[in-house]
C-alpha cells in the first residue's frame, strides 16, 4: 500500500507494472477509477488492473476522496473536485505524458471530465457502465443512493460479506452522514455542447443491453466525435463483476 498526499488530501494508492524498467521503452500508463459510494480500487484492481499490468502497461489504482483507505474530508465532492484531485495525484506521482483513463460508472464520468479539461494528458478513454452527463444527472445519482440507503441495494452487494461488507457499509454511511456529498452530487449540472467537444481522446464505451444508462449513451454518440460502442447482451450495471472475463477481453482489445 502507498499513500500519497497530493490536493492537501492523503490517497490510497496501488501502482502495478510487470515491465522491464530498464529497457527504456515509452510504456503506457494506464489509470483506473472506480464507481461511488459502494465502490473502491479493489473492484478494477482485481478485475483488470492485473491484466494491464500483464500487457505491460504502467497501472494505477487509486481510491477517490472518502472512498476505501484514503482520507474523507467534510467536503468537496464535485465532479470538478474529483478532476482536480486526480490531477493533482498525477502531479504528485511524477506521471509525465498523456495517461489511458478506465473508468466504471462513476468513474466513467471522472475520465470524460479530466479528458475535457485536461484534453492533452488523456491518451484513451474505456468507459464501463459510464454515468452520463445528461440533464439530471446528479439528482438521479442521489436518488440511487437513497434507495441504497434504505437497504433495497442489497442484492446488488450480496456477493459480499465479512470484513469487506463492513468496510463498506461504514464508507457508504460515512460519506452519507459525514460529508457534503449528496448536496454536491444534486447541484450538479449536464455537460454542455462546449464541454463534450473538449473530449478530443477516442472514447470506448462498455454497456450492457439490460442497463438503465443504454440509452443515455445516445448522448456521447452525439457529441463525442471518436466513439464507440459495444453492447454486451445480457448485462446490466453490474457488468463489472458479472462478466469480468468479457469486461477483461474488450480491455485487452482496447489497449492493444
Not at 147 to 160: E, S, V
Not at 219 to 225: C, T
Amino acid at each position: 500500500m502507498t499513500e500519497v498526499r497530493a490536493n492537501n488530501l492523503v490517497f490510497h494508492v496501488q501502482r502495478l507494472s510487470n515491465s522491464d524498467p530498464e529497457s527504456g521503452d515509452a510504456l503506457p500508463t494506464v489509470l483506473f477509477l472506480h464507481g461511488l459510494v459502494v465502490d473502491n480500487l479493489s473492484s478494477l484492481y482485481l478485475t483488470l488492473a492485473t491484466t494491464t499490468a500483464d500487457l505491460g502497461a504502467h497501472t494505477i489504482c487509486y481510491d477517490q476522496r472518502g472512498h476505501g483507505r484514503s482520507e474523507r474530508p467534510a467536503t468537496g465532492y464535485t465532479l470538478d473536485d474529483s478532476v482536480t484531485d486526480l490531477r493533482a495525484l498525477l502531479e504528485a506521482l511524477d506521471v509525465r505524458g498523456p495517461v489511458h483513463l478506465v473508468g466504471n460508472s462513476y468513474g466513467g464520468l471522472l475520465a470524460l471530465a479530466y479528458a475535457a479539461k485536461y484534453a492533452e494528458q488523456a491518451a484513451g478513454l474505456l468507459l464501463i457502465e459510464s454515468v452520463v452527463p445528461s440533464d439530471g444527472w446528479g439528482e438521479r445519482i442521489v436518488e440511487t443512493l437513497s434507495i441504497a440507503r434504505t437497504g433495497a441495494y442489497d442484492d446488488r452487494l450480496r456477493h459480499l460479506n465479512g470484513r469487506k461488507w463492513d468496510n463498506l457499509t461504514k464508507q457508504f454511511l460515512g460519506l452519507f452522514h459525514e460529508t457534503s456529498l449528496l448536496a454536491d452530487m444534486a447541484a450538479e449540472q449536464p455537460f454542455t455542447p462546449e464541454r463534450f467537444a473538449a473530449v478530443r481522446a477516442p472514447v470506448h464505451a462498455l454497456y450492457g443491453s439490460e442497463s438503465d444508462l443504454l440509452p443515455d449513451a445516445s448522448l456521447l454518440q452525439k457529441h463525442l466525435p471518436h466513439f464507440e460502442l459495444t453492447v454486451l447482451e445480457g448485462q446490466s450495471h453490474m457488468m463489472l463483476t458479472q462478466a469480468s472475463g468479457q469486461v477483461r477481453e474488450q480491455l485487452r482489445t482496447w489497449l492493444s
